[in-house]
């Protein structure tokens, strides 16, 4: 009988090699055999890929029910990243299979492309123009975990004027990183003029985004979306962007409705064709060797700190 435990790298959007050298140099410390398939075009070959392994690591790959049930072996899937949306907890659960993410490892890779998103935008993309600057503007981190943090401590660098809203982190915690506290989204929107988000995409937070708040925002405000499209209500959206000539969207992978920003509103988006926010070595080497090490002291300890599902 083969006891080698197998460990599949699957990823539609390849890691960095120097990162994928890493999942390889501690599974084979390990005695673990490692096979990766990489950019693949079809579901089927994922569902293929999976048939003999033990461990599964992704990124926004979709392990739905499907692919679970073709994993007869499989133990555990480990999300080289923040956001495990793109998994079927349930049919996890049902399939014995431990889930896991790597949380902050490539918070900083993010933050930083929120702020090169909004220096292209005051600069009108190096258009030869005037632009503007970000230093005493206002920013408002809607949702303050490991993102969250790094843009508070990069928007310090500016000279950003900082303010925060998240009822899931205690005041005293947010205080450290000099940034002021809001109590309501309301008043979040209503003194920034620019707004990064930094929430995860889950029931509750999906179309949170919308007509609302964005209409608080003050002249010349600028939405940030480096978290996922769906937490916008895209039709709210258009709506202020119909309304507010000032209005101005950037965000890491375009919305459903960019046919209608193309048609319409050259000029005021900037928005990434591929998600490009953990799109760096370093980001692909934190989260690639987190998910390494996850998988090696599950087998070998038991270890479940990182487990999302129940
Ligand atoms: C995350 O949730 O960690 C980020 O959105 C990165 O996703 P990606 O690994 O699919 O680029």
Redesign the pocket.
């Known amino acids: 009988m083969n006891l080698i435990m197998k460990v599949l790298v699957a990823t539609e ?1 390849a890691f960095a090699p120097v990162a994928v050298n890493q999942i390889k140099l501690v599974t084979e410390a390990a005695g673990y055999e490692l096979a990766l398939l990489e950019n693949y075009k079809n579901r089927s070959d994922l569902i293929n890929a999976v048939e003999n392994v033990d461990a599964l690591i992704i ?2 790959d979709l392990v739905t029910a499907e692919v679970l049930d073709a994993a007869k072996k499989l133990k555990i899937v480990v999300r ?4 495990y949306e793109n998994i079927d907890l349930a049919a996890s659960t049902v399939h014995n299979v431990v889930v896991m993410n790597t949380p902050g490892q ?1 918070a900083n890779a ?1 933050a930083e492309l929120a702020f090169a998103l909004m220096l292209s935008q005051a600069r009108g993309g190096f258009n030869g123009k005037s632009g503007t600057e970000l230093r005493r503007k206002s920013l408002g981190i809607h949702a303050f975990g490991n993102v969250g943090k790094h843009v508070a401590e990069i928007a310090k660098g500016f000279g950003m004027d900082v303010y925060t809203f998240d009822p899931f982190v205690i005041e005293k915690d947010i205080k450290k990183y000099s940034v002021k506290v809001c109590n309501t989204t309301e008043e979040l929107y209503s003194k920034c003029q620019y707004i990064s988000l930094h929430m995860p995409s889950n029931e509750k937070t999906n179309k949170s985004i919308g007509y609302d708040l964005l209409k608080r925002m003050p002249k010349n405000a600028v939405l940030v979306n480096t978290a996922r499209k769906e937490v916008i209500d895209e039709g709210a959206l258009l709506k202020i962007f119909e309304e507010r000539p000032d209005f101005q969207y950037l965000a890491d992978v375009a919305p459903d409705c960019i046919a209608f920003f193309k048609e319409k509103y050259m000029g005021r988006f900037i928005f990434t064709e591929k ?1 490009m ?3 760096t070595e370093e980001a692909n080497l934190y ?1 690639c060797l987190a998910a390494a090490r996850q998988i090696v002291d599950f087998f070998k300890t038991g270890n479940e700190k990182f487990r999302v599902n129940k």
């Open positions: 959007k990124r926004s080289a990243g923040a956001g490539n993010v998600k926010g953990a799109n989260a």
